[in-house]
C-alpha cells in the first residue's frame, strides 16, 4: 500500500506501470475511488507510468477538516506529484476529478503538460442543486441519494443488465459522509470559467452519450475555453465512461498522448 502524507493527513495512492514512462495522472469523481479507472488500465498503450490516487475523503485517503476549495484538492494532488517525483504529466480528471485537473494546470504548470477533461466542466450543477443533495445525506446518509446518482452514472442498459451496478453503489454509499458533503460544497463554490479559459495546452474532453450529471453539450463547452481542444463522445456510456467503454476510454487516451507528442 503507497502513501503520501501532507499536513498529518494521509493520501492513498498507486504508482504503476512503466517507472520510466510518460507520466499519466488520473484523478476521481465524487464518490468513487482510484478503482473506477481499474478497467482503462488493461488497455493503455505500453510506455506508461499511471499514477492513481484517492482524494481527500474518499477510499482510504484522509479527511482533513471542511471547508475545502477545489484548489485545496488540487494543491493535494500536486504534493502528492512531487513527492512521487512527477512533472509534465499528462492529468486525466473525471467529474470533480477534471475540475482538479483544471485547477492544478493553472496553479502548477510545471506538472501539467496536457489534460484530459472526462464528463466534466468549468462549472458543475448550481447552488440549489448541491445544497439540496447536502441536505438529503446529512439527513439520511448517501443512501438516499445513491439512486439517482446511479443513474446518471450509468447508461439505462448498463444499469439493466451489468451485475456490477450492485458494487458501484457500494463504493458510492461507503463513502465517509462527511467528505461527501464537504466536497459537494466545494463543487458548489467552484466556477473554474476564467481560469480554465487561459490554459493553452493540449486537451482532449469527452463524455458519454448518456450522462446525466455532465451532458455532452457541457462538456463541450468547458473544451470550448481552451484553444485546440479535442472534444469526443462516448457512446454507450453515463457519466463514468471509464466503466462502462474502458477500451474506447482508453484508445481515445492512447491516441490523444500520441498526438501530443506524449508518448
Not at 507520466?23 to 488497455?43: C, E, I, K, Q, S
Not at 499511471?50 to 471547508?67: C, F, N, Q, T
Not at 496536457?114 to 445525506?137: E, F, H, Q, S
Request: aromatic residues 4%.
Amino acid at each position: 500500500m503507497q502513501v503520501v502524507t501532507q499536513s498529518g493527513h494521509a493520501h492513498h495512492l498507486v504508482d504503476g506501470g512503466d517507472p520510466a514512462g510518460a507520466p499519466l495522472v488520473f484523478a476521481n469523481a465524487l464518490g468513487t475511488d482510484l478503482r473506477v479507472w481499474d478497467a482503462v488500465l488493461r488497455h493503455l498503450p505500453p510506455g506508461v507510468r499511471v499514477l492513481r490516487y484517492d482524494k481527500r475523503g474518499h477510499g482510504l485517503s484522509d479527511a482533513p477538516p471542511p471547508p475545502w476549495s477545489i484548489a485545496d484538492l488540487a494543491d493535494d494532488l500536486g504534493r502528492i506529484m512531487d513527492a512521487r517525483g512527477i512533472a509534465g504529466a499528462a492529468v486525466c480528471g473525471l467529474s470533480v476529478g477534471g475540475m482538479i485537473a483544471q485547477s492544478l494546470a493553472v496553479r502548477r504548470p510545471d506538472l501539467v503538460r496536457a489534460l484530459i477533461l472526462c464528463d466534466t466542466a468549468a462549472r458543475i450543477g448550481d447552488a440549489a442543486t448541491w445544497n439540496a443533495r447536502i441536505r438529503a445525506v446529512e439527513d439520511g446518509g448517501i443512501a438516499a441519494v445513491a439512486g439517482p446518482i446511479l443513474e446518471r452514472w450509468f447508461s439505462a442498459r448498463f444499469r439493466a443488465e451489468n451485475p456490477t451496478l450492485a458494487l458501484w453503489r457500494n463504493m458510492l454509499t461507503r463513502t465517509l459522509a462527511a467528505g461527501y458533503v464537504t466536497l459537494c460544497a466545494a463543487i458548489r463554490d467552484a466556477d473554474l470559467t476564467a481560469a480554465t479559459g487561459g490554459l493553452r495546452l493540449p486537451t482532449l474532453a469527452l463524455a458519454g452519450d448518456e450522462d446525466g450529471s455532465t451532458p455532452p453539450e457541457l462538456v463541450r463547452a468547458t473544451a470550448a475555453l481552451i484553444p485546440g481542444a479535442r472534444f469526443e463522445i462516448v457512446r454507450g456510456a453515463g457519466h463514468l465512461p471509464c466503466v462502462e467503454r474502458p477500451e474506447a476510454v482508453a484508445g481515445l487516451i492512447g491516441d490523444f498522448l500520441k498526438e501530443a507528442g506524449h508518448l
